[in-house]
């Protein structure tokens, strides 16, 4: 037995290597997303053809006209600032990283959209870059755990030398910007600290001096230099500008005098003919004249969310604002009306789901909002919202007449597809929040899980829902739960490490699966004969549905548990998805991965085959959707 044992190991690791080299990259087709969070990160290209953002560790380049997507992906982390050259040569980006470990810049080559050079020199977290007006330098910030500043010779493609970004007495310095006729000078802005730099090349040394503001103690968030290098502008948390003369370093003039800005200036940007335009974290974003700080008639609007950056393309008869809610807006300069062009989730992913036997439309869930997008153009058509909730599932009615949710405050919501009007709900459906649903295919039944570990099913009728059953075996939070199509039956997955599958006539267990894992997500193979399991040990398990028993495991993941499974219609392949933050699409009779898709930047919590079989869409923790080609 343990000669066979061995054998059949043998074979199996044999196969997994074979397997291995023949895997093939997944085509990814469109992303969802962006990281409004991320200081000044939505930026126009110089050639006003293209936005450029970051997306979790991915830096993403759009066409605006053809909405066609380019990633620059290398970073180990989350991108935490961002900056394209004056010539449009370059792009480079920086990113955070551990505690103890020194995070990356990476330049990048547009056309070729590939790096140019990598730059490791700061601690922790990169704050801010910029590029001198004829890419001779790089100047990077570090963080509050690095307090340095460098400069890059992007000839040489080395550093060319550093400093301390600010005096012990001053905190943290958060932005840097270069001159616009000057390759020799550039400025750097925090906590108590505005400085003008001199960069001494034949000494291999930079030179500050201190800004004097006289009284004045602010905290700058962002610098804008006027285009002959005289003035330079800075943004506070205050709400105000400040004016300073770049010649003497001396103070001018603050504004506006009056009603300053809640919550802080957090852009500015300057047009062709001088005026500023001011962007602020209570999303209020104006135009004003630059030597007075008075504002242009009729050159307001507020949006939705704290605005972090504006990018302005051509002469500036576009404006491009993004936000920390995820959206970017469009502003138009003559008539100053925002419209958005790029709706996301600002925070996590939690679950998507298709309709039945429709691959046109999907919704997806997480805090605050459903949302429901075109499959083919990634365009929002539907946004549900429930203030400060969470939702943690949902799905459609198989006679597509309705979308039912699962919320943190215990709630089971109803809503119509069309217009996200509330159909109905159903209260204090879990004590410790809803955090599974599914439905039968008779659209008579919802069957739910909740935090304390209950499976419950309620009857649905159009003027009254009721509880037919409360089935109480799991001892942890109830993760996935799948219906067979003859409604007799369901399956339930649990973190205290069962799967049971219930009778849904009798309203007891039919059967029991345990394993040393956190369940994390469970399905029927289309003839329902087996089950596919997937959790916290990495596993990807086979079950036979009539006795419970084991088939086959296989390692689903080399790190990272297993957080979402979905078989295709046919049942000949499976999709899975964790964090590992790899999509991995495998052929289910020969246990082995064909296919592998990298894009993700954040744990994926949920993947699902598209029913017409054109497209895998997996949703992450970091708030990305992105959408594969199916490739069979």
């Not at 929040?433 to 008579?444: E, H, L, M």
């Not at 039944?445 to 309620?458: A, D, L, P, T, Y």
């Not at 159009?462 to 409604?487: F, W």
């Not at 790190?559 to 979402?564: A, F, L, P, T, W």
């Amino acid at each position: 037995s343990s000669g066979i044992n061995a054998e059949y190991g043998i074979t199996n690791n044999l196969r997994r290597k074979m397997s291995e080299e023949s895997v093939q990259e997944l085509d990814l087709v469109s992303t969802i997303g962006f990281n409004g969070s991320v200081p000044h990160g939505l930026l126009v290209h110089p050639d006003g053809e293209h936005l450029i953002y970051p997306l979790g560790c991915t830096v993403v380049i759009e066409n605006i006209k053809t909405h066609e997507q380019n990633f620059l992906s290398g970073h180990t982390n989350d991108v935490s600032c961002l900056a394209v050259s004056k010539s449009g040569k370059y792009v480079a980006s920086g990113q955070i990283t551990h505690m103890g470990f020194k995070a990356d810049v990476i330049v990048w080559d547009f056309e070729a959209k590939e790096p140019y050079a990598t730059f490791t020199l700061h601690k922790v977290k990169v704050e801010a870059l910029a590029f001198s007006p004829s890419d001779k330098y790089l100047v990077t910030l570090g963080g509050r755990d690095d307090s340095s500043v460098v400069v890059w010779d992007l000839q040489m493609r080395e550093a060319l030398c550093g400093a301390p970004s600010a005096l012990q007495s001053a905190g943290t310095v958060y932005t840097v910007q270069f001159m616009n006729t000057s390759d020799d000078k550039f400025v750097t802005g925090g906590n108590k600290t505005l400085r003008i730099w001199d960069v001494d090349r034949s000494n291999r040394k930079i030179r500050p001096q201190e800004c004097d503001l006289g009284q004045l103690k602010r905290d700058v968030r962002c610098i804008l230099i006027d285009g002959s290098d005289e003035f330079l502008y800075a943004g506070t948390t205050s709400g105000d500008i400040l004016q300073i003369t770049i010649k003497t370093h001396l103070f001018k003039n603050s504004g506006p005098a009056k009603d300053k800005y809640s919550l802080g200036v957090h852009s500015l940007a300057m047009l062709k003919d001088g005026s500023i335009i001011v962007a602020t974290g209570g999303g209020i974003v104006c135009a004003l004249k630059a030597g007075t700080f008075k504002p242009i008639a009729q050159k307001e609007c507020n949006l939705a969310g704290g605005a972090t950056s504006i990018a302005v393309r051509g002469i500036g008869h576009q404006i491009y604002v993004g936000v920390n809610k995820g959206n970017i807006y469009r502003i138009n300069f003559a008539d100053f009306q925002p419209t958005c062009i790029n709706s996301c989730h600002y925070s996590g992913v939690l679950d998507v789901a298709f309709p039945h036997g429709c691959g046109d439309l999907f919704a997806t869930c997480g805090k605050e909002n459903i949302r429901v997008w075109v499959t083919d153009t990634s365009s929002e058509v539907l946004r549900i919202t429930v203030p400060n909730m969470t939702c943690h599932g949902l799905c459609f009615m198989t006679d597509g007449h309705s979308i039912i949710s699962a919320w943190n405050d215990g709630k089971i919501r109803a809503f119509k597809p069309q217009s996200g009007a509330a159909l109905y709900t159903i209260h204090d459906a879990h004590k410790q929040g809803v955090t599974a649903i599914a439905t039968t295919s008779d659209s008579g039944r919802i069957v739910s899980g909740g935090g304390e570990g209950q499976v419950r099913v309620w009857d649905i009728s159009s003027n009254r829902q009721e509880m037919k059953a409360a089935m109480k075996e799991h001892k942890g939070v109830v993760t996935c739960i799948k219906i067979r199509t003859n409604n007799m039956e369901c399956v339930s997955s649990s973190d205290d490490g069962t799967c049971i599958i219930w009778d849904l006539n009798r309203f007891v267990r039919n059967q029991i699966i345990f394993a040393n894992t956190l369940f994390k997500a469970v399905c029927y193979q289309p003839e329902e004969t087996q089950l596919l399991t997937g959790g916290s040990d990495r596993k990807i398990s086979y079950w036979e549905t009539l006795d419970g028993s084991q088939i086959r495991e296989m390692e689903g993941s080399t790190d990272g548990s297993i957080n979402g499974l979905d078989i295709s219609d046919d049942g000949n392949f499976f999709v899975s998805g964790g964090n590992s933050r790899k999509v991995k699409v495998w052929k289910y009779n020969e246990g082995e991965v064909t296919h592998v898709g990298l894009g993700h930047s954040g744990d994926i919590t949920r993947v699902k085959v598209c029913p017409n079989a054109k497209h895998i869409i997996s949703v992450s923790a970091d708030g990305a959707i992105l959408r594969w080609k199916y490739p069979f």
